[in-house]
């Protein structure tokens, strides 16, 4: 039986080895004829941690990895490249946070009665 294979975007790559993907699939509405998007979010295997959040990414069903994962993300030639050209071309030190400007002075408000004044 062939796998489904599914595209979308990563929404999430916080966890090792796993992203979360955002499938949008548009469906026509039974009554009113109008189409809807519908968008679903499926958690997917990657070994490699090779995808970034905003990414467009293929995903396959595949047998479950955990609880959650049925999906795994399928990594094409060119996007195998990309990411080691990427991680290559990554400066290794950070750059230096700019200095704060320095605090304006609070203005001192006036009370609108002095008790004193009487």
Known sequence: MPRRILQGTVVSD???????VLVE???MHPMYKK????????A?????????SGDKV?????RPVSKSK????????GMVAAAAAAAA??????AKPKAKAPAKPRRRRSLSHDPDAD
């Open 14 to 20: 916080k966890n090792d080895k796993t992203i979360t």
């Open 25 to 27: 699939r548009r469906v």
């Open 44 to 52: 997917a295997h990657d070994e490699g941690n090779l995808f970034k």
């Open 58 to 62: 293929r995903i396959r069903e595949c």
């Open 89 to 94: 071309a990554a400066p290794a030190v950070k």
């Open 35 to 42: 189409f809807i998007t519908r968008s679903k979010k499926y």
């Open 70 to 77: 049925t999906w795994e993300a399928i990594a094409e030639e």
